[in-house]
């Protein structure tokens, strides 16, 4: 009997350090939490990159979307209690509400986008730090106008959409100081039609390239005989952007989930703000290719572009950031 016991307790002991290295090495669970559909182009960069680490065995995944703010915190506070691993979501309007689950549920790990920095010990930032792409489209787009005058459509005048607007009319002063702008928010985050109205409008005004930070800025581009620029996602393949979109601004989350998914693994994440990582120098921004544009670009443009991207790289060359509501100039 006490032999039985013996060889109970050790197998017990050996199921227990398997289940132990399991978890350290193997899967966790991660919840996303979205308030979009994940078509929605900046939820559909999280959801595509906790996908891609589900596909490859990393993680196993749950999320929800179409999540209002009314509801989202009782939605964080599901998956609490269920023991995922890590929660990915946002926390915009919601940030103090967020960070009182984030103290309730202290072996939980937090990455949210986020305007206010990391909290406590376990919720981690993001935001959409792509300006460093932006000001390069802005360089090609100064080289491109013909009337000197850009037009820019965005969703709301906030910081994560401000950066961008003002990152991009830097690129393109620097290569045509003679070019103005015109600047319109829609009012909201999905609204084709309103994006697409606001650009006609745009294009009466004189503009000859557009900035399409939202969509159905590209449908008035193409029936306007206009030029565009894409913003998050690749416009030109994913928007029936060919032969109007000359290049995207990308957003990559990959390389933030992949670090905030080691971490948790490795128990060792922490409140920390993620903003390297959604930038060139990590992967996390990056310039669509040209396709049919590339011969249409001028050269001169396209050279300054690479160089400046290195040096972006490197960290030889800062574009600045500027959450301030850009205005129109003309």
Known sequence: MKRFMKIVLALCLALATMAGTAQAAGKITVAGIYTQPIQQK????????????????????????????????????????????????????????????????????????????????NLAVFDNYIHEPCYLMGMIAGKMTKTNKIGMVGGYPIGEVNRLFHAFMAGAQAVNPAVEFKVSFIGSWYDPPKAKEFAYAQAESGVDVLYAERAGVVDAAREKGLIAFGNVNDMNKEENGTDVVVTSALWNMEPAVNHAIELVKKGEFKAEDYREWTMMGKGGASLAPFYEFESRIPEDVKVKVQGTAAAIKAGDFTVQIDDSEPKSTF
């Open 42 to 121: 900046w939820d559909a960069c999280l959801h595509k990159a906790l996908q891609k680490a589900a596909d490859a065995g990393e993680i196993d995944y749950v999320y929800s979307e179409k999540v209002s703010n009314t509801d989202y915190i009782r939605v964080m506070r599901e998956y609490s209690e269920k023991g995922v691993d890590l929660i990915v979501g946002e926390a915009f309007g919601i940030s103090r509400d967020v960070t009182k689950v984030a103290a309730d549920y202290p072996k939980v790990a937090y990455l949210m986008g986020d305007s206010f920095g990391p909290r406590g010990d």
